[in-house]
Every structure is written in C-alpha cells, then in structure tokens.
C-alpha cells in the first residue's frame, strides 16, 4: 500500500510569508522523514485501504486479529493492557449492542 519508491508527495508550506521556501522545505524533509506524513498521502493510504483490504474484511476472508476485549467501563485495563508486554492483536473496547 505505501510505495516508499516513487516521489514524496509535496508538503504545503504552511508558513508561507513567515519563512523561506527553503526553511519550510526543512520542515517537511524532517516531518517526512520521522514518520509524519502529510494529508495528501495519508488519504491515499486510506483510499487504497478502503479499495483493496475492507472488501475481504466484509467477506471475512481476512479478520483481524484480537488480542482481548474490554467493557467500555473497564477503558483504564485496556490501556494498560496496551502497554505490556507479550500482546498479540488489537485490544478492543466493547460499548454494547447498538439500539
């Protein structure tokens, strides 16, 4: 889903008039390169998400993987499951049936 190959997508220059071309530039190669991707590429991502993984979710021909379920009452465990070790899958908060 992320071809990290092809050309990085253009960070707007959100400082326009308060800073060189060249500073904002800085910026974004520092932003990009730390893991922060701009919006354009993350809309990307989910598009291509949405077209080629949530059809086989739907079809259940893939299904995530669950590591534990808490009640909604009980957020504060499932935070703190987040944070061991030895976890396996998505820790998920139950908030009941839906009306």
């Not at 071309?21 to 590429?41: M, T």
């Amino acid at each position: 889903m992320n071809d990290r190959t092809g050309p990085r997508p253009t960070i707007a220059r959100i400082w326009r008039g308060r800073t060189t071309a060249a500073r904002a530039d800085e910026y974004g190669r520092y932003l990009y390169e730390h893991g922060i991707r701009p919006l354009e590429e993350k809309a990307l991502a989910v598009g291509s998400f949405a077209r080629e993984v949530v059809p086989h979710l739907a079809t259940g021909r893939i299904v995530p993987l669950v590591d534990r379920v808490f009640p909604a009452a009980d957020a504060a465990a499932a935070f703190d499951r987040l944070q061991e070790p030895g976890k396996l899958g998505k820790v998920l908060l139950d908030f009941g049936s839906r009306p």
